[in-house]
Nanobody, 114 residues
Framework: QVQLVESGGGLVQPGGSLRLSCSVSGSIFRIYRMAWYRQAPGKQREHVATVSVSNSPTYADSVKGRFTISRDNAKNTMYLQMNDLKTEDTAVYYC????????WGEGTQVTVSS
């Protein structure tokens, strides 16, 4: 069974940066696109960014120019570099396989607050 483990969240002030990691067990990582999602309190889970197997990214409009998604296929790990964080980025961040959804991990909490 595929396991998704997110890490790297924390408390940061507006304008700050964080780097999230997603570790994926199994060979599925090297076959499929991967994506980051987030869920803020009281809101539905939303897509943040997707990266192809060849590291081609796409972003939600709300994070374009501030977030950078990448992956290391040798390490079965995906990353999300988040810069110029805003209070509205506060959420639990999750990773998954958009074309072959797996059981969701626990996510990693990102809190942007002064």
């Amino acid at each position: 069974q595929v396991q998704l483990v997110e890490s790297g969240g924390g408390l940061v002030q507006p304008g700050g940066s964080l780097r999230l990691s997603c570790s994926v067990s199994g060979s599925i990582f090297r076959i499929y696109r991967m994506a980051w999602y987030r869920q803020a309190p009281g809101k539905q889970r939303e897509h943040v960014a997707t990266v192809s197997v060849s590291n081609s990214p796409t972003y939600a409009d709300s994070v374009k120019g501030r977030f950078t998604i990448s992956r290391d296929n040798a390490k079965n790990t995906m990353y999300l570099q988040m810069n110029d964080l805003k209070t509205e980025d506060t959420a639990v961040y999750y990773c998954n396989v958009p074309n072959n959804l797996q059981p969701w991990g626990e996510g990693t909490q990102v809190t942007v607050s002064s």
